[in-house]
């Protein structure tokens, strides 16, 4: 791998104090300047040119590198960039690195994207999106940027997107979900952020959404699951279908959305931001009653730590200045560590990460040798299954799901055995 050269490390490194980037710090940002030389070496890229930048930050997505370390690398690299002098010599990718050089001029793309993102960032958390929606509309903006090689942002046409939409969907041949997704990201984009409306997207090659039919395990099989998992995943799992959540909802979850007094819970902000209300499972209570017991002695231990509290939705931080600390507001699952935030030198608690259950889940499955392909989101399939299965009204499953249509909910009677009364009755003879 390219070293980088000792004049350019000891310049970055008065850049870096410069800038008064924390010392802690220092080494990621040397390995990442380091990485992207090496890069622009190894693809022949401009050590000098924001679109090689581009080009590194999309190598380091396809190595599935975090948000967090791709956001430190282009730090990094940026910083590079503002120790560059004013008239560099050309560089080619050949050369070999000795000086900082100029990044790109005043007509590259480059800031004309970075408000543009800005501005997609700032439209969406205005309309109080959920972050989730944030990160994949900003993904296919930038899959578009990348397919229009760096075009500016004003001057992109819907033909542009009619050609990425169509590429999608015959060269990629990505699912129709994800096309439907990128499709409504864009529009979004334009209206939004450009300023300008698709008009007819006539031509463009869709692909076909086939039928989808939910995994639904059986109460054995589910069963045999949980008697894999070890504390808190079991509880986790219990309550996905016990009471039909999804994984962030029920990760979610605070103390007080649980009421032990009517055994019912409430999830607040779901899908969609719509709240709703599922009874609570009987047989769980004492479960339920522990956990509440160990949230008490770690919210305890934490105040005695002098902690400032876990992180509160919204606004409700800046409106109750000391609510991330009172006891209802604490995680029903917090998260095994404090958080450390640099910015303000705090320690806040934040939730159970889905990805420990998504991961206890599978190994689950596999030591249970199911034959059926099942995650996290399989135990809300199955909540709504069997209560259906039980005659349960559908408007009534739709109800405890939070699905805003009851076509949505339809889909599962396809997961049940139908059973059809042949012998027409008048309901007077019922």
Request: contains cysteine; charged residues 25%.
């Amino acid at each position: 791998m390219l070293q980088v050269p000792t004049k350019l490390l000891e310049k970055y490194q008065v850049l870096l104090r410069q800038n008064n980037i924390p010392a802690t710090v220092h080494t990621g940002y040397i390995k990442w300047l380091r990485y992207y030389l090496d890069f622009c070496k190894k693809y022949r890229q401009a050590y000098a040119d924001s679109a090689s930048l581009h080009s590194f930050l999309n190598k380091l997505k396809e190595k599935n590198q975090t948000l967090a370390q791709q956001g430190q690398a282009a730090e990094a690299v940026k910083l590079y960039y503002s120790g560059l002098t004013s008239r560099p010599p050309l560089v080619t990718p050949g050369d070999h690195v000795k000086e900082l050089y100029v990044p790109y001029n005043a007509g590259n793309p480059s800031s004309s994207w970075d408000k543009a993102m800005t501005s997609l960032c700032n439209e969406i958390k205005l309309r109080h999106y959920s972050p989730k929606t944030l990160k994949s509309y900003s993904l296919w903006a930038e899959k578009l940027r990348y397919y229009t090689k760096d075009k500016l942002p004003e001057d992109l046409v819907p033909e542009d997107v009619k050609g990425f939409l169509t590429s999608l969907a015959v060269e990629k041949k990505v699912a129709a979900s994800s096309q439907n997704q990128a499709f409504n990201a864009l529009l979004f984009f334009f209206r939004h952020v450009l300023k300008k409306e698709f008009g007819k997207m006539d031509g463009v090659v869709r692909a076909k959404r086939k039928p989808y039919i939910p995994v639904v395990l059986s109460r054995n099989e589910i069963n045999a699951v949980i008697r894999h998992l070890f504390y808190p995943e079991n509880l986790v799992v219990k309550l996905l279908y016990g009471c039909g959540l999804r994984l962030g909802e029920c990760m979610k979850l605070r103390v007080n959305n649980l009421n032990f007094d009517q055994m019912i819970l409430t999830v607040h902000d779901g899908k969609g931001k719509k709240d709703r209300t599922v009874p609570l499972p009987e047989s769980i209570k004492p479960e339920l009653n522990a956990q509440v017991k160990k949230v008490i002695a770690i919210h305890r231990e934490d105040l005695e730590t002098g902690y400032a509290g876990v992180f509160l939705p919204g606004a409700l931080e800046s409106k109750y200045p000391n609510a991330g600390k009172e006891l209802i507001w604490q995680w029903f699952f917090p998260a095994r560590k404090l958080t450390y935030l640099p910015e303000v030198n705090e320690y806040r608690r934040y939730h159970y990460h889905d990805s420990h259950v998504q991961k206890a889940i599978k190994k689950a499955v596999g030591k249970a040798n199911l034959l059926k392909r099942a995650t996290a989101h399989t135990f809300r399939h199955s909540f709504a299954s069997h209560l259906l299965q039980a005659n349960y009204d559908i408007r009534t499953i739709q109800e405890l799901l939070g699905h805003s249509d009851v076509r949505t909910t339809m889909i599962y009677t396809h997961t049940i055995v139908s059973r059809t009364i042949k012998e027409m009755k008048s309901p007077l003879d019922l």
